[in-house]
C-alpha cells in the first residue's frame, strides 16, 4: 500500500460523523462513546484521507458479538491486530480503498486515554502539528510512500508526543 497524504479537508469531520451514527446504530448496547482520533480529527494537519474512528465499550465480548452487523456496514474485522484489548475493522470503499478505521477498546483503557491525549496535545499545540505534518510529508515521499517505512519513521515522533501529551493531560 502507498502513502497518499492530503491537505486537511473540513469533510473530515462530517464524514467522521456520518459513520459513527451507522456504528452507534450497530454497538448500541455496550457502546460508551465514539471518537474521531488520528491526523483528519486534527484541524490543519495533512493526514491520509482514512477517518480513524475510536470506539469505547462497556464489554468487548459484546462487541465481538456483533461482528456481522459490523461486516453488513462494510467493515471487515481484524481482531486484536497487534494491540491486546482492541478490536479493529477496517471499511473500504467499491474500489478497495481504504476509507475507515474502527478501533474499539474498553472503556477508560490506557489505549483510550493515550489517543485522545495525542489528539488534544496536537490541536492545543499548533507547532507539534506542524512539525508531525512536515514530518509525514517527507516520510510518504521516501522509498516511494512505502506503507510500513512511513509508519515506523513516524514511530519515534509519535511515542515522545504522546509522552508529552500525556503529561499536559495529567496537568490540566
Known amino acids: 500500500m502507498t502513502v497518499v497524504l492530503q491537505d486537511y479537508s473540513a469533510e473530515w469531520p462530517v464524514r467522521f460523523q456520518d459513520e ?3 456504528i452507534d446504530q450497530v454497538l448500541q448496547e455496550t457502546l460508551v462513546a465514539l471518537h474521531h482520533i488520528g491526523s483528519t480529527a486534527v484541524p490543519g494537519l495533512v493526514a491520509k484521507p482514512i477517518i480513524d474512528l475510536m470506539g469505547e465499550v462497556k464489554s468487548l465480548s459484546a462487541c465481538d458479538h456483533a461482528v456481522d452487523a459490523m461486516r453488513a456496514l462494510g467493515y471487515e474485522p481484524m481482531g486484536e491486530y497487534g494491540i491486546p484489548g482492541r478490536r479493529y475493522y477496517r471499511k473500504f470503499n467499491a474500489g478497495r480503498v481504504r476509507t475507515h478505521h474502527l478501533h474499539v477498546f474498553r472503556q477508560g483503557s490506557a489505549d483510550v486515554i493515550r489517543h485522545l491525549a495525542f489528539r488534544d496535545y496536537l490541536i492545543a499545540h499548533p507547532e507539534a502539528a506542524a512539525e ?9 515521499s521516501l522509498d516511494g510512500g512505502d506503507w ?25
Open 148 to 172: 510500513d517505512s512511513y509508519l515506523a519513521g513516524k514511530d519515534r515522533f509519535v511515542q515522545k508526543t504522546e509522552q508529552k501529551a500525556l503529561i499536559w493531560v495529567a496537568g490540566r
Open 20 to 22: 459513527a451514527s451507522k
Open 132 to 140: 508531525y505534518g512536515a514530518l509525514k510529508r517527507k516520510l510518504s
